[in-house]
């Protein structure tokens, strides 16, 4: 008898059309710290609450959405930037650190509310 003969059914998965369904990974996220000015279309983005005109968080999340955070915690999907307009931000030196959560990430990098009113040089 041989395993399959036997009802061992350890290897099923391995059959033809009963291929386990690869789990769907999390979309991948892209933060980067953009220190000037933002104007894509000539039109300079200035943030609803504050009314800053500088020093962004831009958030890329895959495959096309671009949010805008300020150092006041507000953030919104800006439709006028593009996944290129982040790459560009990011930091020639190509360091990454990966968070434990996006509260974290905003914490250390002071878009949490607490360095609101602050810009950086």
């Not at 008898?1 to 996220?29: I, L, N, V």
């Not at 020093?55 to 955070?69: E, S, T």
Request: charged share 25%; aromatic share 10%; glycine share 6%.
């Amino acid at each position: 008898m041989t395993t399959s003969d036997a009802g061992d059914d350890r290897y099923t998965h391995f059959r033809f059309g009963h291929e386990p369904k690869p789990s769907e990974a999390a979309p991948a996220t892209l933060a980067v710290p953009h220190p000037g000015p933002l104007n894509p279309r000539g039109i300079l983005i200035t943030c609803a609450n504050c009314a800053a005109e500088r020093d962004w968080l831009l958030i890329h999340v895959h495959p096309d959405l671009v949010f805008v955070r300020c150092r006041c915690a507000h953030e919104w999907r800006e439709r006028d930037l593009e996944a290129a307009d982040v790459e560009a931000s990011r930091d020639a030196t190509g360091d990454e650190q990966e968070w434990e959560s996006f509260e974290a990430m905003y914490a250390a990098l002071g878009f949490d509310g607490l360095l609101r009113g602050a810009y950086f040089a």
